[in-house]
Structure formats: structure tokens, C-alpha cells
């Protein structure tokens, strides 16, 4: 199985900050990274999938990048609705894996 | 707009089958080269991948929940289904359903709003 292994797992950060988390995979997974936010009590929404690519409906302060093992994903400049967890995930190969959530909280 | 939508019991006995269902509306799930999954969540922890199936019936699982998992798919009814046998407490979690789509990678853009099912005698 690939493991999937996101820092931090917490951080505080204050609206307006630039704000950037990593993933790492065990393994290569070339781009098939995908990153998801989840806030308490709601299903998980999709940001970026391939590593880069920004889904539709997304602001743009997210974006994505990385290739092989390391990944990062990273918000230019903070906005209240952002404070949540972020979840990374493989899609390379079975079983896909997701990492262990990273909870963005307010300074 | 595509919407998933998981139906099922919320309290399950120990040892017996947990059984959801998710209703595609939206989008057909004889669609292309998504497949449709499970993915469950234990409360105050991380994601879990359990499985997904193509409309062609074919599927692919967790391995960690070994032979307890039946996956199937109706196209007539546009839904999918899970069945999980011989739960735990280990079981207990929201479990959620979500489309996996394909652009060069899979990727899972829709999700059901989740069924916190709880295993307790």
C-alpha cells in the first residue's frame, strides 16, 4: 500500500496569511495527487486533482504542486471559509490512500 | 447537477451486515469511465477508501476489510450498493459515496452528504 503522510497536522493561521501543506507518498505516484477540503459534518469537496489542476468552481488563491513523492498545496491568502481540514489522496494505484488531514485553525 | 444521496440504517447489530445504497441523480452510471465508490470516515478520524465498481460490474477493494465487502450497481435503478458483513464497533463511521471521475488521473468531484452508521448491540 501506499502511504500517504501530510504535515503538519495542525497548524493556526491568521486571514490573509500564505499558507502551504505537504503530502508525501511512500512512493512515486507521478501526479495522481488530489487534494480535498472537509469542514465538520460535511462530505469532503474537491480543490485540485492531478497535483495542479484547480476544479472548477474553486478560487484560484488554491493551487497545487509537486510530482513523484512530495506534493504541497497551498493557499496564497487565507479567508475565513478556509479554516477546515485538508485531506490529500492517491489515485496511482489500489488500495487509494488518503493522508491523515491537516486542520487549519484560526490563529 | 450531479447529486449522490446514501440511504441505509443508521444502527447495526454486532456481526451482522451493514447494508447502504447510494442514488445517483444527475449523471447515469453508465457514464463514461467513472466509477462509483465507498469511502468512510470514523468519527474524529481520517478518510478510508473501501471500494468502487464500474457499470460493468467490475469492482475493486480495500484489502484491509478483506471478504466482508459486496459492492454491486444497478444501472435500471441508477444506484450502487455495499455490503459489509460481520461488522464491529471498529465499523462505526459516516460513510459516504462518491463518483470517481477520470482527466488523466481518478479523482472523486462528487460525494454523497455521508450515513453515520453506528455498530452497537
Known amino acids: 500500500d501506499i502511504q500517504m503522510t501530510q504535515s503538519p497536522s495542525s497548524l493556526s493561521a491568521s486571514v490573509g496569511d500564505r499558507v502551504s501543506i505537504t503530502c508525501r507518498a511512500s512512493q512515486s505516484i507521478s501526479t495522481s495527487l488530489n487534494w480535498y477540503q472537509q469542514k465538520p459534518g460535511k462530505a469532503p469537496n474537491l480543490l485540485i486533482y492531478?497535483?495542479?489542476s484547480l476544479q472548477i468552481g474553486v478560487p484560484s488563491r488554491f493551487s497545487g504542486s509537486g510530482s513523484g513523492t512530495d506534493f504541497t498545496l497551498t493557499i496564497s491568502s487565507l479567508q475565513l471559509e478556509d479554516f477546515a481540514t485538508y485531506y490529500c489522496?492517491?489515485?496511482?494505484?489500489?488500495?487509494?490512500?488518503f493522508g491523515g488531514g491537516t486542520n487549519v485553525k484560526i490563529k | 447537477q450531479v447529486q449522490l444521496r446514501e440511504s441505509g440504517p443508521g444502527l447495526v447489530k454486532p456481526l451482522e451486515t451493514l447494508s447502504l445504497t447510494c442514488t445517483v441523480s444527475?449523471?447515469?452510471?453508465?457514464?463514461?469511465?467513472?466509477?462509483w465508490s465507498w469511502i468512510r470516515q470514523p468519527p474524529g478520524k481520517g478518510l478510508e477508501w473501501i471500494a468502487y465498481i464500474f457499470y460493468t460490474g467490475n469492482t475493486n477493494h480495500n484489502p484491509s476489510l478483506k471478504s466482508r465487502i459486496t459492492v454491486s450497481i444497478d444501472t435500471s435503478k441508477n444506484h450502487f450498493s455495499l455490503n459489509l458483513s460481520s461488522v464491529t464497533a471498529a465499523d462505526t463511521a459516516v460513510y459516504f459515496c462518491?463518483?470517481?471521475?477520470?482527466?488523466?488521473?481518478?479523482?472523486?468531484?462528487?460525494w454523497g452528504q455521508g450515513n453515520l452508521v453506528t455498530v452497537s448491540s
Open positions: 489522496q492517491q489515485s496511482d494505484s489500489t488500495p487509494l490512500t
Open positions: 462518491a463518483r470517481g471521475a477520470y482527466s488523466g488521473t481518478y479523482y472523486f468531484d462528487y
Open positions: 492531478g497535483a495542479s
Open positions: 444527475g449523471d447515469s452510471v453508465i457514464s463514461g469511465l467513472n466509477y
